[in-house]
């Protein structure tokens, strides 16, 4: 062999060799790289791994501590893996297909603090933070009038639609009175009666012209009386209309009243939801642990939407088994997977998933659900149920005007969540038992806030979740809410007071006026439909008469008289 051959040999043999040595020295590096590159493309925002190390025989790569950006809060990550591990099948990567026979995540905790702030690729609609829904009572009062102008009342919207029935039946209905037949119109009709009445029933001449008038006379009453029915009709109307319009305008005063006392004691709406403002941030914690299935998983494997690939046999990404285990209070909530992909359809069947933990705190606790991923966005569900729940020592609310504190509580808890088509629903409930709370509170409102939890020996609360899968909400309730807000009411300082006294003055004065001529305008047409009525029976009687009945009358007399004739005879 020449020498030149040698040389190429060896040169083939140095290329390869560094690029072994290169592998070996670089290959995780880049991997790493392209992981985090990949991983954050699909979550939206950065994905930070401390370590990565594969293995091409068998192939697989196990991950030291994978972090996920909050999109929302930069400096912490909505989901921490402190290990992961995966057995990747090797062909599939060729196509750039990722199928993994069994995956293991471990050592998952939520809201740990990032060496830096993460990018964020997509943001979210921001929700309200508790924060912000804390700053909702505002601690400067608006003026009087300030207060009237700015909020819409009801004692105004009664007053114009009083003037309005006022103006609608004021004019009109005493026109229409006036053209009703008056007393002497009865009158003459009663005189006519009776002269009729009068008539010589031995004439049948007279008779029958006596009818002909009877006659022509009940057409004029039926006429008449048509009209008072008419009228009767209208008054009828207008007394109802007016009746409601005056007992608007004694209510609608009161109501803004109530109104603008909730406002001056530091917004009612707001205290209403004290629940949310003291157990809020806690239970919102809580539950992500309950559905951490659905908090790591789907991040991953959603991303962003893309256009539609062609048709494969294998999805884009595959895990068929996988393993996750949660921190929590130096317990650890295990769940289990099947089929977790990004394209089901094309396997056909949802991710399924099961979820267990029990030990010291958590009890007992079982979970199950699925979801599914395709062209409408993603469908999901999950049941979860907790029992026995020791908890102790949780601090609640730390604010300059309210501090609370969880010092022992049994909690149980049930819930279902729901996603159809991204959106999110489902409802929960979180009991507490055997339950000792300390609080306190800077004076007013916070202090009977303070009392009222002080004095809690159990707690009821009802769990909302809504909004959508890049912006979820969750919420809580109880009758808690109801009984503060009436205690945020009842807390009035003088000058607050003076305010509510002002404003009820301006509100019955708004109403003095319209009240006092609807009043009247109400009486009028009582008196008017009361005549009316008298007038209708009147002319209902008239027309009851018939000279018919006259006739028979005058030959039951004739007949007395000749009875009597005869017998005075025999």
């Not at 979820?355 to 062209?375: C, H, M, P, R």
Request: no cysteine; hydrophobic share 40%.
């Amino acid at each position: 062999m020449s020498r030149s051959g040698i040389r190429r040999r060896y040169y083939v043999l140095g290329i390869l060799a560094l690029l072994i040595i290169g592998y070996f020295l670089f290959a995780n590096m880049i991997i790493k790289q392209i992981a985090e590159a990949k991983l954050g493309e699909a979550y939206g925002a950065e994905v930070s791994i401390d370590s990565l190390d594969h293995s091409l025989y068998p192939t697989s790569v196990t991950m030291q501590g994978i972090g996920l950006t909050n999109p929302t809060r930069p400096t912490h990550n909505q989901v921490f893996v402190g290990r992961a591990s995966a057995d990747v099948a090797l062909m599939p990567l060729l196509s750039d297909r990722v199928v993994v026979d069994q995956l293991s995540l471990l050592d998952v905790q939520f809201d740990t603090q990032r060496a830096s702030p993460g990018e964020v690729y997509r943001t979210p609609t921001k929700s309200l933070t508790f924060d912000e829904l804390k700053q909702k009572a505002k601690d400067d009062i608006p003026s009087v009038d300030e207060l009237l102008e700015r909020n819409p009342l009801k004692t105004t919207a009664a007053v114009e639609n009083a003037r309005q029935t006022y103006d609608n039946y004021a004019g009109a209905l005493k026109e229409d009175y006036q053209q009703l037949p008056d007393e002497e119109r009865l009158d003459y009709y009663k005189a006519e009666i009776e002269q009729l009445k009068a008539t010589d029933y031995k004439n049948p001449q007279a008779l029958l012209k006596a009818k002909e008038s009877l006659s022509a006379l009940k057409q004029e009453i039926s006429r008449d009386r048509e009209k008072i029915s008419q009228f009767t009709e209208k008054a009828t109307s207008a007394k109802k209309a007016l009746a409601d319009s005056v007992d608007a305008l004694k209510k609608a005063p009161q109501e803004d009243y109530a109104l603008f006392k909730g406002i001056i004691a530091g917004d009612e709406a707001a205290m209403a939801q004290v629940t949310q403002f003291v157990f809020g941030d806690k239970a919102a914690e809580y539950t992500q642990y309950l559905t951490s299935a659905l908090q790591v998983v789907l991040p991953l494997v959603q991303g962003e939407e893309k256009p539609q690939e062609p048709a494969t046999e294998l999805p884009s990404i595959l895990v068929k088994k996988a393993d996750i285990s949660v921190r929590w209070q130096q317990e650890t909530i295990t769940s289990a997977f099947e089929n977790i992909t990004n394209t089901h359809p094309l396997i056909g069947k949802p991710t399924t998933f099961s979820i267990s933990a029990a030990g010291n705190v958590l009890k007992d606790f079982t979970s199950s659900g699925q979801f599914f991923i395709g062209e409408q966005g993603v469908d999901a569900s999950q049941t979860w149920q907790l029992a026995g729940v020791n908890l102790a020592n949780i601090a609640l609310s730390n604010s300059d005007k309210l501090n609370a504190m969880l010092e022992q509580a049994l909690m149980n808890t049930t819930g279902e969540l729901a996603v159809d088509k991204n959106k999110l629903s489902g409802t929960g409930n979180i009991d507490l038992r055997s339950l000792v709370m300390q609080a306190s509170g800077d004076g007013g409102v916070a202090a009977s806030i303070a009392q009222a939890l002080k004095s809690l020996d159990s707690l009821s609360m009802s769990m909302l979740f809504d909004g959508t899968l890049d912006d979820p909400d969750f919420s809580v309730k109880s009758d808690l809410d109801n009984q503060l807000a009436r205690a945020a009411v009842s807390q009035l300082t003088a000058s607050q007071q003076d305010k509510l006294d002002a404003i009820n003055q301006r509100l019955n004065a708004m109403v003095d006026e319209q009240q006092s001529a609807s009043q009247e305008q109400l009486v009028s047409v009582n008196t008017m439909l009361s005549a009316a009525q008298g007038d209708s029976d009147t002319l209902s009687s008239l027309l009851e008469t018939k000279l018919s009945s006259l006739v028979d009358d005058k030959k039951e007399e004739l007949l007395d008289k000749l009875k009597g004739k005869f017998g005075q005879e025999e």
